[in-house]
């Protein structure tokens, strides 16, 4: 069956331009996840979903992140007035439920490049 | 807050031999740990999972990790590995708030022919 996809997988931009990044989750999945990894510091957690709603943002690293999800499907995380530091594969994944009893699981990624 | 340790950013083998891949954690609540591989330009793939009971899991690929909670560890083993083995491997805990991973920073392994 289709895995979550990502879309673009490569995305070159330059510094002070707005990006949107695509994650569509295996269909049923009530929980979607972003996560970013980045040279030198691995697996960051980003942002949380269930369903439509962000119970836990924590991890978006500043107010130019932000991320939304409708129709409990499909999420778009934007970055906007990009810089070099944002540089880095974003990662998201989905799960059946809320718990970690249900396994996460990965797309591809979309490698994002800040010139 | 839970943090991971990997204390091997590459391990180089030979194909056949043996491996380990440490992982160590520290969490203030219980924890669930997660071994997950990354091939090259792909996403992450869960290996195995430590929930509860058993300490000794055993995952995909011939993969088993064995929870140790008085030494905070998890590592990873395989007793004899292929060149497809190589890639990146990630350990990862999850706390009370059972859904958000946190990731160490990743163990290259390379098998060499």
């Known amino acids: 069956g289709a895995g979550v996809s990502q879309s673009p997988s490569n995305k070159v931009t330059e510094k002070g331009k707005d990006v949107e990044l695509r994650c569509d989750p295996i269909s049923g999945h009530t929980a979607l996840y972003w996560y970013r990894q980045s040279l030198g510091q691995g697996l960051e957690f980003l942002i949380y979903?269930?369903?439509?709603?962000?119970?836990?943002k924590s991890g978006l690293p500043s107010d130019r992140f932000s991320a939304e999800r409708t129709g409990g499907s499909v999420s778009t995380l934007t970055i906007q007035r990009t810089q070099q530091e944002d540089s880095a594969v974003y990662l998201c994944?989905?799960?059946?439920?809320?718990?970690?009893?249900?396994?996460?699981?990965f797309g591809p990624g979309t490698r994002l490049t800040v010139l | 807050a839970q943090s991971v340790t990997q204390l091997d950013s590459q391990v180089p083998v030979f194909e056949e031999a043996p491996v380990e891949l440490r992982c160590n954690y520290s969490?203030?609540?219980?924890?669930?740990l997660f071994w997950y591989v990354q091939y090259p330009n792909q996403g992450l793939q869960l290996l195995l999972k430590y929930l509860s009971g058993s300490t000794l899991v055993k995952g995909i690929n011939g993969f088993e990790a064995e929870f140790n909670k008085s030494q905070t560890s998890f590592h990873l083993r395989k007793p004899s590995v292929h060149i497809s083995d190589t890639a990146e491997y990630f350990c990862a805990v999850s706390g009370s708030s059972n859904y958000k991973l946190t990731f160490g920073k990743g163990t290259l392994l390379t098998v060499n022919p």
């Open positions: 994944a989905s799960s059946s439920g809320q718990t970690l009893y249900n396994e996460q699981f």
């Open positions: 979903f269930q369903g439509n709603s962000a119970p836990d």
């Open positions: 969490s203030s609540v219980s924890v669930y």
